[in-house]
């Protein structure tokens, strides 16, 4: 499955952007699918993840309450609302994709499919 990230840009504080995630040469329904963040001099990070089945979701500490991951099979697309943002939420945002995955979705290692990123800035 080949994943295209979307949607990043500048932002203010407080503000809020939602990510889109394509999908394609696969179905994402099938997937676990999980949105990962890179910012300047540090670790890519994870922020959010989503089972296969859609059953179960799991936030960073960071993020929870803030941001919500979602898919619609219909669109083959996966999105990550963000809203209340910070500038400390300033990153490269990936998004990825696990063969039916249910398990260690915090983990980068667990992600076969990764989308190229989206930059996000968010201004104080």
């Known amino acids: 499955v080949q994943l295209q990230a979307s949607g990043g840009g500048l932002v203010q504080a407080g503000g809020s952007l939602r990510l889109s995630c394509a999908a394609s040469?696969?179905?994402?329904?099938?997937?676990?699918m999980g949105w990962f963040r890179q910012a300047p001099g540090k670790e890519r990070e994870f922020v959010a993840a989503v089972t296969w089945t859609g059953g179960s979701t799991t936030y960073a500490d960071s993020v929870k309450g803030r941001f919500t991951i979602s898919r619609d099979n219909a669109k083959n697309t996966g999105y990550l609302q963000m809203n209340s943002l910070k500038p400390e939420d300033t990153a490269v945002y990936y998004c990825a994709a696990d063969f039916r995955g249910g398990y260690g979705l915090t983990r980068r290692a667990t992600y076969d499919y990764w989308g190229q990123g989206t930059l996000v800035t968010v201004s104080s």
């Open positions: 040469g696969g179905t994402l329904s099938s997937y676990a």
